[in-house]
């Protein structure tokens, strides 16, 4: 049998039909007689934009209805960006391919300061991310950070608004949204490490579908592929959800993968690890780190978080 429609089940946020689109228009390069959908849907997260993330359920809330599609034959494929991939697929469903990775930097975006440093002494900047607030109080212990939810668009709106001195976003989110020219400057992976996965885009699909494998595999990116997997053991073995700040974040060079990854608990306490590795040995690497992270004491951090709530 030849397929000859492939259907992409895709969330309707901006950032989410770049992506779509994005594999729509690779698939469709590779295989010229393929013709590739999209399937729009609105999903249980997308409808409580207003609530923490961590009160609700995580990110899981984002996922869950494409997954739904796909387990009933509804789409075939889900375009996810991979930090928001949870480690854990439904029974049916894999991660089929992770292709090649945009900046991975998270940016500081402000329409008066260029840089963190900038910022006056107790200006306050937005962000929800867990991640960064710890990070960013560890470097500017003084700042004022509070929270910013919704789409790229709508945090955008709300620091022209003048709610914030400075906002913290990922540099691919804005780039794949022609809006590169909002980033006044990006940090680097020591002031502040990334999300696992983030940069990074992923394809999901049912499993025992040889067929689909092979149309998806030239979008395979190997390096990009590799990084991920190593960063993807931290959260993993630490068995943590999106309530957790934890950061993650390889590079390679000459065939070696390096990987630091940090953990947050209360009172902007932090601990961190790194090793490295020939690119092949990607998942072995990571159980270094994260059995590093371990030994540190972060699942005991991590459940002292759980206890504190958010
Ligand atoms: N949590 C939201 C989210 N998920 C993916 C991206 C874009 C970057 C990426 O694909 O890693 C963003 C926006 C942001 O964090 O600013």
Redesign the pocket.
Known sequence: MNRTTLRIATRQSP?ALW?AEYIQQRLQQYHSNLTVELVPMTTKGDKILGTPLSKIGG?GLFVKELEQAMLEDRADIAVH????VPYRFPEGLELKVICER?D?SDAFVSNEYKTLDDLPHGATVGTS?LRRKVQIKSLRPDLNITDLRGN?GT?LSKLDMGHYDAI???????I?LKLADRIASRFAPEQLLP?P?????GIEARSNDPELDALLAPLQDEETTYRVRAERVITQTLQASCSVPIAAFSTVSNGILSLRALVGGIDNQMIEAEAEGPLSEAQDIGTTVAESLLSQGAKEMIAALGESGD
Do not use: F, N, Y
């Not at 960006?81 to 928001?84: A, L, Q, T």
């Open positions: 950032l992506q990110k960006s991979m930090k928001d945009e991975p991310s790229v945090r913290i976003l990922a540099s691919a989110g804005l794949r999300a996965g983030q940069g990074a885009v």
